[in-house]
T-cell receptor, first 109, second 113 residues
Framework: QKEVEQNSGPLSVPEGAIASLNCTYS??????FFWYRQYSGKSPELIMF????GDKEDGRFTAQLNKASQYVSLLIRDSQPSDSATYLC?????????FGDGTTLTVKP | GAGVSQSPRYKVAKRGQDVALRCDPI?????LFWYQQALGQGPEFLTY????????KSGLPSDRFFAERPEGSVSTLKIQRTQQEDSAVYLC???????????FGPGTRLTVT
């Protein structure tokens, strides 16, 4: 079992819909949590980071963290075709980040 | 400001050759990380530095892999006697402090023939 699990997808949503991406992790000592977007052939780009339980909103993006359930999610509101990419969840513990394999999102016009 | 830079962007090596990959972090960033990414997978941790100290090298796949950051800024990942299984994209990232968000460079795509 991987330390950070994500549904590989593909996840397909229509333009304007909400996309929901989920991630679970195994290390209870994890302290910081990140979402990255990666376009094909490019390097990961930071979208959101969250350190405390609850919700954190930034524009169309909302990150949600539940440490008791070892679960972190990313909501993308008003999805656009340009949001089509692979979304990577990363979990940091003692300085070291562990990544999931990503969820591929396709937003259809 | 300038982001993380990596060179070369592409490297083709014959099996058995040594290669050196360079990473220039964001100025002032204390922590520097190296990852290996295979197609269709997330980045796999290799090693990280806090300033010039290598605090964790548990992800280096073999003793053919070596990383250094002698002055706490630029870092080099060296792979000796390359093998075909070393073919991957090597990503470097830096963060202001350990545990903070990391910013990635464009990566070096290594192909071993």
């Amino acid at each position: 079992q991987k330390e950070v699990e994500q549904n590989s997808g593909p996840l397909s949503v229509p333009e304007g819909a909400i996309a929901s991406l989920n991630c679970t992790y195994s290390d209870r000592g994890s302290q910081s949590f990140f979402w990255y977007r990666q376009y094909s052939g490019k390097s990961p780009e930071l979208i959101m980071f969250i350190y405390s339980n609850g919700d954190k909103e930034d524009g169309r993006f909302t990150a949600q963290l539940n440490k008791a359930s070892q679960y972190v999610s990313l909501l993308i509101r008003d999805s656009q075709p340009s949001d089509s990419a692979t979304y990577l969840c990363a979990v940091n513990s003692a300085g070291k980040s562990t990544f999931g394999d990503g969820t591929t999102l396709t937003v259809k016009p | 400001g300038a982001g993380v830079s990596q060179s070369p962007r592409y490297k083709v090596a014959k099996r058995g050759q040594d290669v050196a990959l360079r990473c220039d972090p964001i100025s002032g960033h204390v922590s520097l990380f190296w990852y290996q990414q295979a197609l269709g997978q997330g980045p796999e941790f290799l090693t990280y530095f806090q300033n010039e100290a290598q605090l964790d090298k548990s992800g280096l796949p073999s003793d053919r892999f070596f990383a250094e950051r002698p002055e706490g800024s630029v870092s080099t990942l060296k792979i000796q006697r390359t093998q075909q299984e070393d073919s991957a994209v090597y990503l470097c990232a830096s963060s202001l402090k350990t545990g903070y968000e990391q910013y990635f460079g464009p990566g070096t795509r290594l192909t071993v023939t």
